[in-house]
């Protein structure tokens, strides 16, 4: 079954920066699109960025355009968000996402803080 596990949340300050992995089995993950979403507390979830299957392609929310870099190791079947300049506002639970035959899957999440 699809399973999808974040890592590297934790405790940064403003200006700091903080590297995100997804790990992904279940299906051809070199054949998908992957997304990294968050959602802080008190608001609905949002997309982050998205990452075609080659690479190639990739988008971000403009809140974190020029901060953060979505990419992705299609042999290690890993999807990576680093995020540099962290604010406050980035301060949420950021989720791996996939779409597959129709239904959503997302992990567990993974918390990032940013404070001083």
């Known amino acids: 079954q699809v399973q999808l596990v974040e890592s590297g949340g934790g405790l940064a300050q403003p200006g700091g920066s903080l590297r995100l992995s997804c790990a992904a089995s279940g299906f051809t993950f070199g054949s998908v699109t992957m997304s990294w979403y968050r959602q802080a507390p008190g608001k609905e979830r949002e997309l982050v960025a998205r990452i075609t299957n080659t690479g190639r392609t990739t988008n971000y929310a403009d809140s974190v355009k020029g901060r953060f870099t979505i990419s992705r190791a299609n042999a290690r079947n890993t999807v990576y968000l680093q995020m540099n300049s962290l604010k406050s506002e980035d301060t949420a639970v950021y989720y791996c996402?996939?779409?597959?035959?129709?239904?959503?899957?997302w992990g567990q999440g993974t918390q990032v803080s940013v404070s001083s």
């Open positions: 996402n996939v779409v597959r035959g129709g239904i959503i899957y």
